[in-house]
């Protein structure tokens, strides 16, 4: 069952790929229409060097721009927790900018910080930190209530029912929504790198694009899903580890 369970995902890739291939074939497109897997999986070895480079500068907005968020979003979630208050003032807000398109906040994060790495690692924040607030604040308040009775019979203080009822029942909601955030944080950096980029996948596929190159492009994108998927389970790998019971409860 496991083994099954391992080649499921293989399986599913398989498929994709299989019906890219049938399109093209079917339409008969050529390269710079849309290229076939073999010819990506070629310009990927022909650019070993090249798109490593730019999915390093790629990786470090991402993990910058979401560790960031991490402590944005979990302040205003423990605040919006806490607070009834807080809570109505600080939502609206948060609904209104993430309703906002970001890739028009593109241009304007140029023009106020300029062409390195801040207007990126900004987008990140932006894209990811909603899920973020909204899963930490829910599972805050989601303690069980015989964990609340427990706390109160012991005469804890609010910060020993913090550190130590209310974070741990809370960790596989924030953990949902760190899942979510890592995958739009990735897409964050490559928005950021759309408008007054050098460097980055993002400024690969926009130059490959302007020069019709649209397997280079491909690659580009591939290296992309897969650093992606990467950092997808890593935090899944992070999650099994720091609360096994979770996934006991789960299943």
């Known amino acids: 069952m496991r083994h099954a369970a391992r080649l499921l995902p293989l399986l599913a890739f398989a498929g994709a790929l299989g019906v890219w291939w049938l399109v093209k074939w079917a339409f008969g497109w ?18 070993r060097s090249f798109l490593p480079e730019h999915a390093w500068v790629t990786l470090l907005e991402t993990l910058e721009g979401f560790l960031l ?14 607070s009834r208050t807080l809570e109505r003032s600080i939502y609206p807000l948060l609904v209104a900018l993430n309703a ?17 790495a801040g207007p990126k690692v900004v987008m990140v924040v932006l894209l990811c930190v ?26 804890a203080s609010e910060l020993q029912a913090f550190r130590k009822v209310r974070v741990p029942a809370a960790l596989p909601h924030v953990f949902v929504g760190l899942k979510v ?15 007054g980029a050098t460097h980055g996948l993002g400024y690969v596929i926009v130059a490959s694009g302007q020069n019709a190159d649209t ?34 409860e789960q299943g």
Request: net charge neutral; proline share 6%.
């Open 130 to 155: 909603f899920p973020i607030v909204l899963s930490t604040a829910t599972g805050l308040k989601s303690t069980a209530p015989e964990l609340d009775e427990l706390i109160r019979s012991l005469t």
């Open 30 to 47: 050529q390269a710079f229409i849309l290229p076939s897997p073999g010819e990506v999986a070629q310009a990927l070895w022909r650019q």
């Open 100 to 116: 906002v398109p970001k890739l028009a906040l593109a241009p304007i994060l140029v023009l106020w910080m300029g062409f390195g």
């Open 215 to 248: 397997t280079l492009a491909f690659a580009s994108i591939a290296v992309l899903a897969a650093l992606s998927v990467a950092l997808f389970y890593l935090l899944v790998a992070l999650e099994r580890l720091l609360i096994p019971w979770a996934r006991h």
């Open 69 to 82: 968020a991490i402590v944005v979003g979990v302040a205003l979630a423990v605040a919006i927790a806490y």
């Open 181 to 195: 955030g890592i995958s739009l944080a990735v897409i964050g950096a490559v928005i950021g790198e759309f408008v």
